[in-house]
């Protein structure tokens, strides 16, 4: 059953690159070359006759809730996401994925609903567009422009774009594949009161992530002082959405974006608000399941390893992409892991 645009919206963010210092741009400019994309059609995958029945395609608790933001840009990467997901999942008819597109985009998101719908025509989807210009001070520049788009921001939203009936979800960037069962991931006990779960990398020094001005201001460094606090990488998290309304965790995360905009206490884009409310909060989850940083710094996104221990989930966070090291010819080795769920369909390819 394939499920539409929603009415759900949300006052949310446009940030775009820095023209001057009052205003500011991201550089996601649509072109013909991006818009003209075709995509393979992915086949369908079914359910094992162990898993349980859906009730409700909407809110069911017993379906895995899957949200990842969906742009232009982006779409390549989505599309093999989505396709690891399904491919490696014992329930693929049982995962309802939730999509957040641009509001303002409007061509845009009738072109990703339609390619959507021709790839996946079995696929359990909504699309939420989110009004993203309304609070358009909110975002100040960061060390690289791509990290400085809205959608970027809509993680800190899922909890006032997706129905009240929707309790708990996976959030996944698009540049990233699964090679694991996503229904292990989204049973992740979250005990009473965690909001959250993710890897957490405790040996990455955390005070790197924050300013000067910062860490020499004692009621914004107290901030962590009763916390074990680490880092994380807000690309692959669990959230309890329920939770996350009840503490009014958007609000919280917004009032350090409004701090940042008077004084510059961090550098890295949507990270740092995550870890200044949630760090040392979190329920840890095993790092296979976000083996991240494949897509090298965010400045010249040189090929990277694997982290020691086992993979279930590989994420090409940095600037490197594998899809554009692909088409330049100069991939990094483990770029040939995520060519088989490449859909996009090219101009010389044969048919069957």
């Known amino acids: 059953m394939l499920f539409t645009i929603s009415h759900f919206y949300l006052q949310t963010v446009l940030f775009l690159f820095l023209f001057s210092t009052n205003h500011v741009t991201c550089t996601t400019t649509t072109t013909a070359a991006t818009t003209t994309q075709r995509f393979k059609q992915a086949p369908k995958f079914y359910n094992s006759p162990n898993c349980p029945t859906i009730t409700s395609l909407t809110c069911s608790d017993e379906a895995v809730h899957v949200a990842m933001t969906l742009d232009i840009k982006y779409l390549r990467g989505s599309m093999a996401a989505i396709l690891s997901v399904l491919q490696h999942s014992s329930c693929p008819e049982n995962t309802i994925f939730h999509f957040v597109t641009a509001a303002s985009k409007t061509t845009s998101t009738i072109i990703l609903n339609t390619t959507l719908t021709n790839s996946f025509p ?35 939203y899922m909890s006032n774009l997706l129905p009240n009936c929707v309790r708990k979800i996976v959030y996944l960037d698009s540049d990233l594949i699964l090679v694991d069962d996503i229904a292990k991931l989204a049973k992740t006990n979250l005990g009473n009161d965690a909001v959250l779960a993710a890897p ?64 510059r206490i961090y550098e890295l884009g949507s990270l740092p608000p995550f870890l200044l409310v949630f760090a040392g909060k979190i329920v840890p989850v095993d790092h296979r399941w976000n083996q991240h940083g494949l897509g090298g710094d965010n400045f010249r996104g040189l090929c990277r390893d694997l982290h020691p221990g086992p993979v279930s989930l590989l994420h090409w ?3 490197g992409k594998p899809w554009a090291r692909l088409d330049a010819n100069r991939p990094c080795p483990l770029d040939a892991l995520w060519a088989p769920y490449d859909l996009l369909e090219t101009p010389f390819a044969l048919e069957a």
């Open 122 to 156: 079995y696929l359990k989807f909504q699309i939420y567009p989110f009004q993203d210009d309304v609070v358009l001070g909110l975002i100040s520049t960061s060390i690289r422009s791509a990290l400085d788009c809205p959608l970027n921001y809509a993680r800190n």
């Open 200 to 263: 957490e990398y405790c040996n990455a020094n955390f005070s790197n992530y924050f300013t000067p001005t910062f860490w020499s201001n004692p009621s914004l460094s107290l901030t962590f002082a009763s916390r074990k606090a680490c880092y994380f990488n807000t690309g692959v998290m669990v959230i309890d959405l329920e939770r996350w309304r009840i503490g009014e965790y958007t609000m919280k995360i917004t009032e350090w974006m409004e701090l940042q905009k008077r004084m």
């Open 317 to 319: 966070s940095g600037k």
